[in-house]
């Protein structure tokens, strides 16, 4: 009985990590190229940091966390809930897919 509880436990904290990767999988860096356009008039393409956080070579994974945290308002920034509110999944996807390849 212990033994399924805690493969119960297991699975419900490894969900959200399976669904990142199948994301990712599903993820097109050049549709992430594509849609990076509106980002990097704030996110600095060369990776400068002024005031604005970069974005280049940031962890995929780490990437849609975040993005998906401002999605769902959990995260406060309003320019970043409004711009992540506009993106679907796959979309999120290819340009986490896209900056994690930036230097
Ligand atoms: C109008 C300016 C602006 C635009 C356009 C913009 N961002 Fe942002 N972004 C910000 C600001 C400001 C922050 C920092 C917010 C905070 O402190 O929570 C941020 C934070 C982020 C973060 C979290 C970074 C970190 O390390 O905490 C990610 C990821 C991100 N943006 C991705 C994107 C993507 C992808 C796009 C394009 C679809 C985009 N942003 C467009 C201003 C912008």
Redesign the pocket.
Known sequence: MKKIFFILIFILFSLPVFADKKLLAEADADYGEH??G??V???HKGGLNRG??S?NG?DAEV?IA??LAYKAKE???P??QM?AGR?DDNQIAS?ALY?SKLK
Do not use: A, G, K, R
């Open positions: 849609l990076s509106e980002c008039t704030c996110h604005i956080p974005i940031q990437f975040l993005m995260m406060e920034n320019v970043m711009i993106l340009l900056f």
